[in-house]
């Protein structure tokens, strides 16, 4: 077994709101990953380009305090595309509008 290396799939969840990171991280663990939680898009950038972890998947809320989940979304796919991985990323809101499901297809 190599040292610093998880067995356990990790899941990235961008969300600020704290109620919904408990919520969501309770989830995850309930289905065996382990959490990391960015209360962010910059944050969330950081820890995917830190290159130490690589993500079973991406929670990503559409509406963050400093990006859109959309602007987040592409940065994280163009430091990704250099990388050659594509990590999925599942977008997550608890206010969905009509039109978001178009504009979350990237």
Partial sequence: MTIGVS???TLLIVEDHPAQQVLVKF???KFGYDVV???NGEQAIQHVSSEQRRYAAILLDGRLPDMSGIDC???IREFELKL???TPIIAVTAEAMPG???LMTI
């Fill in 7 to 9: 067995l356990i799939p």
């Fill in 27 to 29: 989830m995850a663990n």
């Fill in 37 to 39: 939680i960015a209360t």
């Fill in 73 to 75: 979304a592409k940065r």
């Fill in 84 to 86: 050659g991985r594509r």
């Fill in 100 to 102: 978001d499901k178009e």
